[in-house]
């Protein structure tokens, strides 16, 4: 009776001590697009790829992000506000850029035994830096752009210069861009062994306002002068969404595999955005709250939502903790662990979230103040999401409560200077 009994012991202790493999995490960020511009908000466009994710996931309805791209990238990369690192807007190729000693999401996980790839647009500096560069910054792989503006058919940017790249290497190649990425992602994720980390920002539906023509002719029957143009940009993007989930389907790892779409800031011109007030590199809710989707076999449940107060900050301590990362390898950031939330446990108290540019908004799960200009607005933003009502001169208590923990929180922060519409660190 005894052998029998060790046995089983020897069978059953090693099966306790196999450990989950860690998950794959595949971060599909858009660039400029709209809330209203996806199905699952009424939009104009259809995005089935997008839709189905969100049917088979969860979706935060109050997540934010920046007003712009490059302090949205270096916070879903570094999980602190952007600010802390010199960058309040887009980098210019004289700007400093991400600081090299800044710690990122890509290189834990590399560290922890995750291959790791970047395909997109990058927009932290590197175009004279070579330091600054992904293929440098943890990403084993990159494949895409170091700058923004760039042309879909011929890879130049503003300047005129070819800026696509394979590594380090200048990418000889043709095709529109969105197409080209999607199929690089869809071959990565099909190909890679070890646990994969991959960061998908293709550059759509940023401007240049370019598709390939039929898809263009598809949304002939979108009014406006460009609004076929970028409908089909939409459309190209959920297609590129498409094929990097049918390759995770064709990999046999969709039931360990993290997947998250979001938004890098709010629509532009040519977008939808909902009944939002604002849009790209503004403020208010039309510049900075994204659609947000994540889908974690097993951990999310199909088809729900949360009100969550959420952030973009909030991804890095999320992210290293569910790949297993030991606590004291995990960088100090501005975000807080939200896998309770995507558990379905409800939602968690946090401090109150801080946005800015070259001002700030100070949000809470009742209230947001808004800097604007020399005057500063109060809106109750759970009731009021439109941000029709300020109340600033009803609720002067208010007002100044959150104007105090807003200066007292942005004290350390660096100080920027205006430079025409612009503004860099002043240090």
């Known amino acids: 009776m005894l052998l029998r009994l060790l046995r089983t012991l020897v069978i059953i202790f090693p099966l306790i001590g196999l450990a989950q493999p860690p998950p794959n995490i595949v971060i599909i960020m858009a660039d400029d697009m709209g809330w209203g511009d ?22 935060l309805e109050r997540f934010y992000v920046f007003p712009s791209c ?3 990238r270096a916070s879903v990369l570094s999980g602190l506000l952007p600010h802390r690192l010199g960058i309040p807007a887009p980098v210019r190729p004289s700007d400093p850029g991400l600081p090299v000693d800044a710690p990122l999401l890509p290189q834990v996980l590399q560290a922890h035994g995750y291959h790791t790839a ?8 590197g175009a004279n830096n070579p330091e600054q560069r992904p293929h440098y910054r943890g990403f084993d792989q990159f494949y895409g752009s170091y700058q923004t503006g760039l042309d879909y058919f011929t890879h130049e940017g503003s300047q005129g210069t070819r800026d696509w790249w394979r590594n380090d ?33 293709p550059h759509a539906p940023h401007s240049p306002i370019q598709a390939p023509a039929e898809t ?31 390759a995770i389907t064709d990999s046999g790892e969709a039931d360990n595999t993290i997947v998250i779409f979001f938004s ?4 532009i011109r040519f977008s939808d955005i909902g009944d939002f007030r604002g849009m790209k590199n503004t403020l208010y809710e039309g510049g900075i ?39 004291a390898a995990i960088p100090e950031s501005d975000g807080i662990d939200l896998r309770s939330v995507f558990a ?63 200066s007292d929180r942005v004290a350390d922060l660096p100080i920027f200077e205006a430079r025409a519409q612009r503004r860099r660190r002043n240090q």
């Not at 996806?38 to 979706?59: M, N, R, W």
């Not at 700030?360 to 109750?380: A, D, M, P, Q």
Request: charged share 20%; glycine share 10%.
């Open 38 to 59: 996806v199905g699952f908000h009424d939009g104009d466009v259809p995005t089935p790829h997008l839709d189905g994710l969100t049917a088979s996931g969860l979706e």
């Open 70 to 72: 490059s302090p949205t």
């Open 118 to 125: 970047m395909i997109g647009k990058w927009h932290l500096g």
């Open 169 to 201: 290497e200048v990418a000889d190649e043709t095709g529109y861009i969105t197409r080209l990425q999607a199929s690089e992602g869809a071959k990565l994720i099909r190909e890679t062994e070890d646990p994969l980390f991959l960061f998908f920002a």
């Open 216 to 246: 263009v002719a598809k949304f002939s029957h979108l009014t406006g002068p460009s609004a076929p143009t970028y409908g089909a940009m939409i459309a190209e993007f959920d297609d590129a969404v498409g094929k990097l989930l049918a």
């Open 264 to 267: 890098d800031n709010g629509g």
């Open 289 to 327: 709250r994204a659609p947000f989707v994540i889908n974690w076999p097993g951990v999310t449940n199909i088809g729900t939502h949360t009100a969550q107060l959420s952030a973009v900050m909030d991804l890095m301590p999320t992210l290293l903790t569910a790949a297993g990362v030991p606590a």
């Open 344 to 406: 379905g446990e409800g939602t968690v108290q946090r401090d109150p979230i801080i946005i800015g540019n070259h001002q700030y908004v100070f949000i809470t799960s009742e209230w947001k103040l808004v800097e604007n200009g020399i005057t500063t607005e109060l809106y109750r933003i759970d009731s009021d999401p439109t941000e029709s009502t300020d109340l600033a001169a009803s609720e002067p208590e208010k007002l100044a409560e959150l104007a105090a923990q807003l």
